[in-house]
């Protein structure tokens, strides 16, 4: 088995200085040719072909009402998902997967998963569901009108709440 290391080219920004680039070296993943020699063939030179192990992402979960999507304006709704996720973040900051989720190393990289739910009454269902399943989230409630908007979880390992979302359709 022949194997390729490859230098790239990486650009980084300095404020100071600007944008400068050169040669960092990088390793890839060997590139397959063939044998690695004529006595031992590719798959026992290679024996780690396995998929690598994906972590659990840590997402958050933003459920809007569809029926205020159609009625009132796209920007006043993205609004009332923004309160409930910062609020969710904010009340539960000491959590240890809100400060992961939060941390240096991800906060360029954050999950959310934006849903939808028909209207009021199947936003008070989930947000009883969440309740009983001890799953922590904020039901944003809209004042002075004083009625539930949209809600967004704490963020969490996406395997310890994907199954209370899986019946809800993508917000589009």
Known sequence: MMACIV??????????????FGPKPTLTA????????????????????????????????VVLRRDLIDTWPLGSVVTQG????????????????????????????????TLEVKGEPQILNLSEKLKAGGIEHKLWIEQPENFP????????????V??????????K
């Open 7 to 20: 230098s790239q080219f990486r650009f980084a920004h300095s404020p100071s200085t600007g944008v400068r």
């Open 30 to 61: 060997p590139i397959r040719l063939g044998f690695s020699s004529m006595s031992q063939p590719a798959s026992e030179a290679n024996p780690d072909t396995s998929k690598p192990e994906t972590p659990d992402v840590v997402v958050q979960y």
């Open 82 to 113: 923004c309160h409930a996720s910062v609020s969710a973040v904010w009340s539960h900051k000491d959590d240890p997967h809100t400060l992961q989720y939060c941390s240096p190393e991800s906060i360029d990289s954050m999950h959310k998963v």
């Open 149 to 160: 908007t949209c809600l967004a979880t704490k963020p969490y390992p996406k395997s310890m």
């Open 162 to 171: 994907s199954s209370y979302f899986k019946k809800l359709k993508l917000c």
